[in-house]
């Protein structure tokens, strides 16, 4: 999705760093639970070694590691633009996380993510939060 000249890309444009991303992944390895919002997005990772970045007003998904390895996501960032290559759809059904990849077409449920938390921040859209798993 390429997000441009409103107010997500102009949110996105100032207060996106891949380098959250990168301190995300890295709480993925070692296995912590984190949850930030920048702007309109959500990225999270878990305890199980997986790390996501999430568009909750378009339920996409994208996941940025998955057992504690990285995985790529494409960004591209204009002075007018910014487009990140999203995988795929999510939902959120009680504790069900579900994705949904759209090269294979395959869906996927966790259980164990922090899915409270992620449907309250999304209907939030707090920018720049940091929430930690207890456990």
Known sequence: ?????????KELSESF???TLLRLERRAAEREGRL???GPLILFSTDTGDAWLLDPADHLAARSARDGDPEPIYFEE?????????KGNYSIDGDAFIDGDRDSGRMVTTLGYLTAALLGWADFGISKHVCRSSG
């Open 36 to 38: 930030v919002t920048i």
């Open 17 to 19: 760093d891949r380098f």
């Open 1 to 9: 999705m390429i997000y441009k000249n409103g107010k997500a890309a």
């Open 78 to 86: 204009t002075d007018t633009s910014f487009a990140i290559g999203w």
